[in-house]
């Protein structure tokens, strides 16, 4: 494969994950591994972590850190795990004031790493369905409905804070009252029913 093949190739895939791509990726456009440090050293590379690099003259888009982290889950077979949600996705939706200081990632239960993960990411495991994703430019998350119910099921995750982001969310027209309505009857439903009293009782 001649070597602007390869890199045309290497482009496509980095150009919809904000420019980044992994070592796998690069090895499956074409690249091999003796090559990745001359294309460092010459500029056109950055390492930006273990086994992640990124185009050096490609422009920043939005969040590249979660990019990055989405790349990180990444398993053996070029596969990203990783799914933003809880606290970070009410923040990719903006259904929050909440400023997270980790990031909170959903990776299927059979999701293994050889090194353990960072303490800034937070994991939880659940095999999600794509009906509970949204795509993002290089990064999934939890769709509003989906994220709602996670923060519901996390006591620990403050009420008034739920109550913004469904409030939020209905005003926006990205969440409905159908979507809470079908909330209502699963788990944590008396706490979700709690929530909405008080909202109604401060609207009043």
Do not use: C
Request: proline share 5%; hydrophobic share 30%.
């Amino acid at each position: 494969m001649r070597d602007k093949e390869i890199e045309r190739q290497l482009y496509a895939i980095a150009s919809v994950q904000q420019g980044y791509f992994t070592a796998y990726q690069a090895k499956q456009a074409g690249y091999s591994d003796s090559r990745f440090a001359y294309h460092v050293k010459k500029g056109n590379w950055t390492r930006e972590g273990r086994g992640i690099y990124r185009l050096v003259n490609y422009p920043y888009g939005d969040r590249p850190d979660l990019v990055y982290w989405s790349l990180w889950s990444m398993n053996r077979q070029g596969k990203v795990q990783g799914v933003f949600s809880h606290a970070t996705a009410l923040t990719i939706h903006e259904l929050s004031d909440i400023m997270p200081a980790n990031y909170h990632m959903t990776v299927p239960k059979g999701f293994r790493r050889y090194h353990p993960p960072p303490e800034n990411i937070v994991l939880y495991f659940e095999n999600l369905s794509k009906e509970d994703l949204e795509e993002y430019e290089g990064y999934r998350v939890t769709n509003p409905k989906k994220t709602i119910q996670d923060v519901l099921l996390d006591e620990g995750f403050p009420e008034d804070l739920v109550a913004q982001a469904i409030l939020e969310g209905l005003e926006r027209g990205i969440l409905t009252l159908d979507q809470i309505s079908e909330l209502k009857k699963g788990p944590k439903s008396k706490r979700l029913s709690r929530i909405l009293r008080g909202i109604q009782n401060h609207e009043r």
